[in-house]
């Protein structure tokens, strides 16, 4: 039987801070609110002329180091992005020539703040399938260039990052059991309504979102969504030892946290220092916890998204 094991993580974030104080300075709010309401303290963005390519190479490069897995060993390439480099080609074929290698498969895939259990879940389907051995998965996000810096009920809630895993296949289980799921009558409630057309933007550029109810949402399917993982892989809640939900906001990690009955301790929290990073927010929380030695060789990670699209997912991942 061929299983899937994360054999290497790797994130990178621009080194530009953006605290909440910097922003009172341009809109109308303060730190205090957004800690409150979101628990957000500072995000980074990125320089005018970084682009999501870049911050997934960055990512990429760490994640390989820690496999010790070269570029030309990989059999796929899989970019989660909502802030592509360009409409084509992919961003996954710009970080295949970046990287120095070609002849694997590449290509992004488009499921927002769910992207990269998406793509995980995908490249675990390759793999175990035996369509690839090897596969490096990315998460990277430019959001920056999609928000209206005029809206303050969307511009604090934000940044910008990448994260990424390196997977091979092997004997022993590491990706467990996973779920994913997409309601697209919801489609409207957190959006990028806009494209390219005729060489003008038809609609808008900008995100919009309902925050409530996206809140709403989001706080359920996470629970139901976690249940439903462990129930495939016969086991229960008591077996996770860390739980990474799609870092939006404090509130909704801590109401999950809350409602699937695991301490506070066992909850990955980066959404204070890195803000929402879209599909880069898991894999970038997944890198830090394991290099700061809180998720060890053995210990089992529920990984969760939610986000446009609607979508949802999650897998659950022996490391
Ligand atoms: O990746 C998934 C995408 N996003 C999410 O998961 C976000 C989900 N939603 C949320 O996190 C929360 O709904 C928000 C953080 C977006 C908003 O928190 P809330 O507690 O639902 O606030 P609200 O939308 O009910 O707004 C309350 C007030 C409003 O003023 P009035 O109408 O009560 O006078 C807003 O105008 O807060 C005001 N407000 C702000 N005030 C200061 C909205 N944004 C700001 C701001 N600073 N940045």
Request: hydrophobic share 45%; charged share 20%.
């Amino acid at each position: 039987m061929t299983y899937t094991r994360i054999v290497g993580t790797g994130s990178f974030l621009p080194a530009n801070v953006v605290t909440n104080d910097d922003l009172a300075r341009r809109v109308d709010t303060s730190d205090e609110w957004i800690v409150t309401r979101t628990g957000i303290k500072q995000r980074h963005i990125a320089d005018p002329e970084q682009t999501s390519s870049d911050l997934a190479v960055e990512a990429s490069k760490a994640a390989l180091a820690a496999a010790g897995v070269g570029a030309d060993e990989l059999d796929v390439i899989i970019v989660a992005t909502s802030t592509p480099d360009f409409v084509f080609p992919s961003t996954a074929c710009l970080v295949q020539a970046r990287l120095g290698t070609k002849g694997c498969a590449a290509f992004d895939v488009q499921a927002v703040c769910s992207g990269f259990v998406y793509a995980l879940v995908l490249a675990d389907s390759l793999i175990r399938a035996g369509q690839a051995g090897s596969a490096l998965v990315i998460g990277s996000e430019v959001f920056s260039r999609i928000l209206d810096w005029n809206d303050r009920s969307t511009c604090v809630l934000f940044g910008d990052g990448a994260g990424a895993v390196v997977l091979r296949a092997d004997s022993r289980p590491g990706i467990l059991g996973s779920m994913l799921h997409a309601d697209g009558s919801q489609a409207e409630i957190l959006a990028v309504p806009g494209n390219v057309s005729g060489g003008s933007i038809i609609g808008s550029p900008f995100l919009r979102m309902d925050g409530q109810a996206v809140f709403k949402i989001a706080v359920k399917v996470l629970d139901e969504v976690a249940r439903e993982t462990v129930a495939r892989c016969g086991l229960s809640l008591d077996d996770i030892d860390w739980l990474i939900p799609h870092q939006a906001n404090v509130r909704i990690l801590e109401a999950t946290a809350k409602r699937l009955k695991l301490p506070r301790e066992r909850l990955i929290v980066t959404v204070d220092r890195h803000a929402n990073t879209s599909a880069a927010s898991v894999p970038l929380a997944l890198d830090l916890a394991v290099r700061d030695g809180r998720i060890r060789p053995g210990h089992r990670v529920m990984l969760q998204g939610v986000g446009g699209g609607f979508t949802w997912g999650a897998a659950l991942v022996e490391m």
